[in-house]
Each structure stands twice: as structure tokens, then as C-alpha cells.
């Protein structure tokens, strides 16, 4: 399935969470089997490109993904998890979101030595979560190798804040 057709399966939702956002909505993408399919084995195609060896999905439309893509790959998954979320002992860091701030955690014994990750979500607008994401992978003693995404807000800059942690974009938009 081509970029332009799974393109029209985000919606764009103006002034959600709050006023002067545009949501991105990847429901009617998950309602079409095949466009999904096709997502998850392009994404897949990526991290394996990357010599991924597990995967951190990032909480919460990155676990959809993650989790496909998981047993796709037949990868160990991690979840990158809002504060307070995880059972047991953790590292956090918190971040800036494009409207606030927040906080992401990881199982403190989540990694053997130097596990190569790859960082999944569905959406990456200031960077904030997926940064966030490769400090823990990297704190945790392991190597973040690439970040892949469904859609990339490029005018916001996320990608910059990855520094040399590669971002493999199916999409790339404007807020």
C-alpha cells in the first residue's frame, strides 16, 4: 500500500488535546486490516535494517505498533510507560511535550548488556517521549538504534532532538 493511501487513514483532529493542537488519529488506520498489515511489515522492514535485537514501544499508540511488530520479528518488547504505570523497579526521565510536560519509565532490569533497540511509535512531533525513551535505553546500559515511526510532524523538529539515533519515518506531515 502506497504513503498517500495510509495517509488518508490518519485524521486530523484540530484542537485536541487542547486548543491550537492537531491530533493525529490512526483509528481508521487500525480498523483496515491490510493498510495495518502493511504499516507494521514496512516498519518492520526498518528496524531490521537497524540490526534491532528488542524493541521499546512508547506508551500508548506506540504499543499497538510495538506489539505487531514484536511478533513479527520475533523480538523481545519493552514498554516505555507514563510514571507510576509499571510494577516493578523503574528509571524515569521526564520531557516537554508540545503542549506540557510529562514523564516516561522503563523496568530497571528491562536489558542484558548491550541489546540493540529500536525506539517504535506511531507519531513523532517534538521528540520529547522518543528522546526521553533513548536516555533510559542508553541508561539501562543498552544502545538506541534507530527510532521508527508511522508519521513524522518534520516542521516541529523531533527528529533533532534524537541526535545520532536514526528516525525511519513512513510518513512524513505538517501539524
Do not use: N, W
Not at 495510509?6 to 490512526?26: E, N, T
Not at 542484558?112 to 539501562?140: F, H, N, P, Y
Amino acid at each position: 500500500m502506497d504513503a498517500k493511501t495510509i495517509s488518508k487513514l490518519v485524521r486530523k483532529v484540530p484542537d485536541y488535546p487542547q486548543p491550537g493542537v492537531v491530533f493525529r488519529d490512526i483509528t481508521p488506520l487500525l480498523a483496515d486490516a491490510d493498510a495495518f498489515a502493511d504499516v507494521v511489515e514496512a516498519m518492520s522492514t526498518r528496524i531490521e535494517a537497524h540490526h534491532a535485537r528488542a524493541l521499546v514501544a512508547l506508551e500508548a499508540r506506540g504499543f499497538l505498533f510495538g506489539a505487531a511488530i514484536a511478533s513479527r520479528l520475533q523480538m523481545p518488547l519493552h514498554l516505555a510507560r507514563k510514571p507510576g504505570k509499571l510494577p516493578c523497579e523503574t528509571v524515569r526521565r521526564s520531557y516537554a511535550l508540545e503542549y506540557g510536560e510529562d514523564g516516561l519509565e522503563l523496568h530497571a532490569d528491562a536489558f542484558a548488556g548491550d541489546t540493540r533497540c529500536a525506539i517504535v511509535d506511531d507519531v513523532l512531533a517534538t521528540g520529547g517521549t522518543a528522546a526521553a525513551a533513548a536516555e533510559l535505553i542508553s541508561a539501562l546500559g543498552a544502545k538506541p538504534v534507530c527510532c521508527v515511526v508511522l508519521l513524522e510532524l518534520e516542521s516541529l523538529g523531533g527528529r533533532k532532538r534524537l541526535g545520532e539515533v536514526p528516525v525511519e519515518s513512513l510518513l512524513i506531515d505538517e501539524p
